[in-house]
C-alpha cells in the first residue's frame, strides 16, 4: 500500500499551476482554441470559465519523448510526470489582450509560448500586419523582461514557437515564407512604432527620448532589418513549424509536439 500512497502524495502534489506551462498567444481565429480541443482528447482534467482563459492539463502523445525523460521507460511515474504539461489559451481579441499580457510579465512556470498564425491569412497584408503587430508586441515584452532581470545570470530562457496552422488550405504559405513575410512586417512595425514615439517625444519636449526609443526598439539596433534570429541575444529562441489542426486528410501538429517535448 505505501507505494499506492506514494503515488497519490506526488500525484496530488503536482496540482495543473505547477505542471510546466505553454502560452498560446496570436490572431484571433488562427486555431488556438482549435488545437486546444484536439490536445483535450488527451488532457487530463480542465477547468473554463468564460471570463478566465482556458487551461488544459495536456499529456505528450505516446509516439513523443520529452527530452527530460529519454533515459526512463514508460511506466515509470517519472516518465509519465514528465508527459504532462499546461496548455493555457488565451482570447485573440484586442481587449482581452492583458491575460497574455500579464502572463508574459509574471511567467510562472512558462516553458515557452506558443504564437499561432493562420498562413493563409498572412498571404495578404492586413492579416501579415495584424499577426506582425502583436508578435513584435509579444517579443518586446520578453526582451524587456530579460533586458530589464536584476540578476546577473538573467532570467530563464522563453522560446517561442511560430505554429504556421492551416497548412492544409492551398492559399496557406509554406513556414519559410511564414516566416520571411513575418520578420519583414515586423521591421515595419518596429520602423513605424519608432517614428511614433520619436513624434511624440518632440511634441513633449522630453529628454530621456533616446533611453525610452532605446527600450522600445526591438532586437539589434540600426537600420538592418529585423530578424528572428536577433532575438537568441535575449533568451529568446523563435522557431517557425507548420502544422494543421483541422482538415487535410487527418490533423498534423507532430512539429509542434516536438518542439513541445524539446522544451518540457
Ligand atoms: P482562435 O481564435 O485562435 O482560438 O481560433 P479557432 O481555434 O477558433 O479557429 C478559428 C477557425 O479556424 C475555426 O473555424 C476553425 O475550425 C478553423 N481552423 C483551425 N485550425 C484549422 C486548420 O488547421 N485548417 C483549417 N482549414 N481550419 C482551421
Redo the contacts with the bound molecule.
Keep these: 500500500a505505501l507505494p499506492i500512497l506514494l503515488h497519490t502524495f506526488i500525484y496530488r502534489k503536482q496540482t495543473p499551476t505547477s505542471l510546466p506551462g505553454f502560452v498560446l498567444l ?10 486546444v480541443t484536439l490536445a483535450e482528447r488527451s488532457a487530463v482534467a480542465q477547468t473554463h470559465t468564460s471570463t478566465s482563459p482556458l487551461a488544459i492539463d495536456a499529456i505528450l502523445p505516446d509516439t513523443i519523448v520529452p527530452t527530460s525523460a529519454h533515459y526512463r521507460s514508460p511506466g515509470d511515474p517519472a516518465y509519465e510526470r514528465a508527459r504532462r504539461l499546461l496548455l493555457q ?1 488565451t482570447p ?1 481579441h484586442g481587449k482581452l489582450r492583458h491575460f497574455a499580457a500579464a502572463q508574459l510579465a509574471n511567467p510562472i512556470n512558462v516553458r515557452g509560448i506558443i504564437f ?1 498564425v493562420d498562413a493563409a491569412a498572412v498571404a495578404d497584408e492586413a492579416g501579415l500586419n495584424e499577426a506582425a503587430e502583436y508578435l513584435h508586441d509579444v517579443l518586446l515584452a520578453l526582451q524587456k523582461r530579460y533586458t530589464g532581470a536584476k540578476t546577473s545570470k538573467g532570467p530563464k530562457e522563453i522560446p517561442v514557437l511560430i505554429a504556421a ?5 492551398f492559399t496557406a504559405l509554406p513556414p519559410h515564407l511564414v516566416k520571411i513575410s513575418l520578420e519583414r512586417a515586423i521591421s515595419e512595425v518596429r520602423k513605424s512604432k519608432a517614428k511614433g514615439l520619436k513624434d511624440s517625444g518632440v511634441a513633449m519636449g522630453g529628454e530621456d527620448d533616446g533611453l525610452d526609443e532605446e527600450r522600445e526598439w526591438l532586437g539589434e539596433g540600426g537600420d538592418g532589418p529585423f530578424e528572428f534570429r536577433q532575438m537568441e541575444e535575449v533568451g529568446t529562441t523563435v522557431t517557425v513549424k507548420g502544422g ?4 487535410g486528410d487527418a490533423a498534423d501538429v507532430q512539429s509542434w509536439w516536438e518542439w513541445i517535448a524539446e522544451h518540457l
Excluded at 490572431?27 to 482549435?34: H, Y
Excluded at 494543421?244 to 482538415?247: A, M, Q, S, T
Design positions: 496570436g490572431p484571433s481565429g488562427a486555431g488556438k482554441t482549435a488545437f489559451d485573440g499561432v496552422n492551416k497548412l492544409d488550405l494543421n489542426v483541422i482538415g
